[in-house]
Structure formats: structure tokens, C-alpha cells
């Protein structure tokens, strides 16, 4: 007899316990694990849907939840017009429902508060949602690690977990929130409206106590691109910034 | 387990299905992945780098890399994210005409290819000649934009596209599989898309 344990499919069946509506193009999706599923904020999960005739897809999506929040995976899907995994989500998943999860994977956009700070965090669009993982981690530790989310948006009500960050931002606690909109006016007094930039990134870090250890640049390629560079511009030295990019 | 809704309306046309390996779809676009920002290398200043372990064998300036036999390569690609992007074309020198220019027989059975960021995958050498890989220098005919690894990245097509390094300044042969940069974060040490070696412990 062996000891060995059997070999397991890395997939596992999950179930849709929640479904909640962010913005107009982004819903949550709080998923129950079948088995214990422990993971890092930051990291992404594969999900894989099967038709009646065996087809199946699959893509990849960040975890917006806290490892700390509890049994339940939070994924906020943005919807793709011409998607083929989001439009299933968007249009025909309910409560109860089981697809199939593989993760957690990905292990280099990722931060505990262990790995320490300052850090600075920039987001586009649904590129918020690995970075949301780690604001809420941080926030749940209790870290007392300095952290900036620099987050664009098209309009105010397009940014994703919108009142909870702004929240977290209003406990003064080291987590600061510096919002962009790129087609309306700035709401907030010291958020601006247009798209990233080195000035954009050299005021953001002016808010954190030292220059940032790490930097995380999580959206769109077009984006990412330009966030990057606004980082490299304003002094981020290339080796501390962090990517992952979606989308053609 | 058949999901309650989902239907293979998106299921590509039968005669493409024997090129597109398991879990993944077909995509029209060219996307962008990788793990940092993007390095802009100017080819004044790019080389590249034969290296048996630490040591030099050859390096060549871009002027004398792009003196070595250029070899055309039309190939399907598979990037580990799951999409697969068909009759990608390419132009660049064959690893066996890189070793063939330093006069060299492979010294090892296994190679890390290197970039100017610092990211490194291993490839068995084997994998890399015999015509399977080349150091692309043209894409469509035209330079490899920074985005997609210009001035020059490694070409594997065989393999999960993350083998194929993006701002290609070397390879290096080495006498263990040493792991690279993705393989030391949870993806597959050989990353065979038609054996679907996504991530470390795939079969």
C-alpha cells in the first residue's frame, strides 16, 4: 500500500454564491472552492467552461478578494463584447451554478505584507483587480505598510470597488487613493482628470513617506505601457515595476 | 462537467482543429504580455552573447548579427495564457547558423536564453536546433517592435510562447535544466503545448 496521495485534477468545481454588480461593464462573482484554496493578492486563476459537446474554454482572471476575506474567491469580471468566457458570466450565470477553477497561479505579481513597502499601485480599468486584492490584504493585516493606488478610469462611475476604496483611503492608516478619470472632471479635490503621467506619478509618490519598493502596474497593454514608462520617467528604476497586461 | 448554459457557438471550424492544442482558442490580435515595463534597446547598443556557463564563446553587434544567413519562419504560436495565433512570420538567423558562426558543436544539452531585462527561460538544447528555433529579427517583414521583444527575440515556436524570449541579448548553455525567470513562478520546466504543460505540475 501507498502513501502516496491520489492524483488529484488540478481543477476544481466551484459554485457561484454571489453575483454583484460593480459598475455598468464589471460584475463580482464570489466563488465557493470545493477544496481548500489558499493563495497570495495578486495571483489569477484559470476558468474553464464546458459545452454539452465537450468544448470547452478557458481564460484567466486576477482575484479581487483578500486571502484573509475567507472561503470565498471574489473575481470581478469585466464583460468583452467579443468575449466568449465574460459574455457567459454577464448573461447567463446565477447563483448556484458550477464551473471549473484551476489556481491559484502566478507568482510574480504578487505582494504580502511581508514583502513590505512603500508600495505603489496603478491600475487601469479592471486592472484594478489583482491590485484591489492587495489594498484589501493590507488592509486586513492591519499592515502598516505605506501604499499609493493611482487608478484611471473613463468616468466616476466606471471605478470598480469605488465607495470601499475610498473608505480605506478615508482611515488615514498609510493607504492613500489617487483616482483619474480620462472623460469626465475630477470629483475629489487633489484626483485629476486625464491620463497617467510621470507629473501624475512623481505627486503620487510625494504622498508616500519614501520611494516606493515596489511598484505594481496592472491593465490594459496601451495602458500598462504608458504607466510604465510615467513610472520609469519619474524615477521608478525599471528593476522595482511590476507589470501584467491584458487584451490586444 | 458540462457548465449549465454554455454553448461551443465560439468552436473553431473543424479544419483548424488539429492546430489548435488543447485549452486554447484561436485569437486574430497579437497580444502583449510580460513581466515588467518595457525595455527600449537601441540596436547601437544591442549584442548578443554565446556563453557556455559564464564563459564567452562569441558575441556579435548588431551590424555583424545581421551579416549571419537569414532564414524565413511561418509558424503557429501558443501562449500559455491560451490563446493560439496562426501563420505568425518571421525572419531571423537559426541557432544552428549562430553556432555554426562561433564554430562551435552545442557543448550542453541544456540553454537559458537570456534578455536585456533580466527575464531567462531554459530550453533544452535540442529544442533550439536541427532548424526548430531561430533569433528573430523581422516580423512581417518588419523590425520586431519593443512590445513584441525588438530588436531581436527568441523564436520557439514549438514550445509555450514565454520560451520565446522577448529583447534577446544572449544564450547561454549550461549543464543542468536551469530553471528561468517563469519556471521559478509556477510554469512547466518544458512547456509543451500539446501535452498542455501549463504550470509546474503538469504531467
Known amino acids: 500500500m501507498s502513501d502516496a496521495p491520489a492524483a488529484q485534477s488540478p481543477w476544481q468545481t466551484v459554485t457561484i454564491t454571489r453575483i454583484q454588480k460593480r459598475t455598468p461593464r464589471v460584475t463580482s462573482f464570489f466563488l465557493q472552492p470545493s477544496r481548500p484554496f489558499v493563495y497570495h493578492a495578486g495571483q489569477h486563476v484559470d476558468v474553464r467552461l464546458t459545452a454539452p459537446d465537450g468544448y470547452q ?16 474567491i ?11 468566457v465574460s459574455p457567459f458570466f454577464h448573461e447567463i450565470a446565477a447563483v448556484g451554478d458550477e464551473v471549473e477553477l484551476r489556481g491559484p497561479l502566478g507568482g510574480h505579481f504578487v505582494w504580502s505584507d511581508g514583502d513590505g513597502g512603500p508600495l505603489l499601485l496603478v491600475g487601469g480599468g479592471s486592472g484594478v483587480v489583482p491590485l484591489m486584492s492587495m489594498v484589501r490584504h493590507r488592509a486586513m493585516r492591519g499592515s502598516l505598510v505605506a501604499a499609493t493606488l493611482v487608478f484611471s478610469a473613463r468616468v466616476w462611475d466606471e471605478v470598480i470597488f469605488r465607495d470601499e476604496l475610498i473608505d480605506l483611503a478615508e482611515r488615514r492608516d498609510g493607504f492613500d487613493l489617487v ?13 485629476h482628470a486625464r491620463r497617467v503621467d510621470a507629473a ?3 505627486q503620487a509618490m510625494t504622498r508616500l513617506p519614501a520611494p516606493p519598493k515596489l511598484a505594481f502596474v496592472c491593465g490594459s497593454n496601451a495602458f500598462v505601457t504608458a504607466a510604465a514608462e510615467a513610472l520609469i520617467d519619474a524615477g521608478v528604476p525599471a528593476a522595482l515595476i511590476r507589470t501584467e497586461r491584458y487584451g490586444v | 462537467m458540462v ?13 483548424t482543429d488539429a492546430r489548435i492544442p488543447p485549452g486554447q482558442y484561436l485569437e486574430q490580435g497579437f497580444p502583449v504580455l510580460s513581466a515588467g515595463p518595457t525595455p527600449h534597446v537601441r540596436t547601437e547598443d544591442w549584442s548578443f552573447t554565446l556563453k557556455h556557463g559564464p564563459r564567452p564563446i562569441k558575441k556579435w553587434n548588431w551590424a555583424e548579427f545581421n551579416a549571419l544567413p537569414l532564414t524565413k519562419m511561418t509558424r503557429d504560436i501558443h501562449c500559455v495564457t491560451a490563446w493560439t495565433k496562426f501563420d505568425t512570420a518571421w525572419q531571423g538567423v537559426l541557432v544552428d547558423d549562430i553556432l555554426a558562426d ?10 537559458l536564453a537570456l534578455g536585456f531585462d533580466g527575464y531567462s527561460t531554459n530550453v533544452p538544447t535540442k529544442d533550439l536546433t536541427g532548424g526548430k528555433a531561430m533569433v528573430a529579427l523581422l516580423y512581417e517583414g518588419k523590425p520586431i517592435t519593443p512590445d513584441h521583444g525588438g ?3 527568441l523564436l520557439v515556436p514549438h514550445l509555450y510562447f514565454w520560451k520565446s524570449a522577448k529583447w534577446l541579448n544572449g544564450l547561454q548553455f549550461t ?3 536551469e530553471p528561468g525567470f517563469w519556471e521559478l513562478r509556477g510554469y512547466h520546466i518544458y512547456g509543451d503545448p500539446w501535452r498542455e504543460q501549463r504550470y509546474t505540475n503538469d504531467p
Open chain 2, 151 to 153: 530588436p531581436a527575440r
Open chain 1, 179 to 191: 483616482l483619474t478619470l480620462t472623460r469626465e472632471p475630477a470629483r475629489r479635490p487633489a484626483d
Open chain 1, 57 to 72: 474554454a478557458r481564460r484567466s482572471y486576477s482575484i479581487a478578494s483578500a486571502p484573509e476575506t475567507g472561503e470565498t
Open chain 2, 3 to 15: 457548465t449549465r448554459g454554455f454553448s461551443s457557438g465560439r468552436k473553431p471550424p473543424t479544419d
Open chain 1, 74 to 84: 471574489e473575481l470581478a469580471i469585466e464583460k468583452l463584447e467579443d468575449g466568449e
Open chain 1, 200 to 202: 501624475m506619478m512623481v
Open chain 2, 175 to 177: 549543464e543542468r535544466d
Open chain 2, 102 to 111: 562561433a564554430g562551435i558543436e552545442p557543448p550542453t544539452a541544456f540553454t
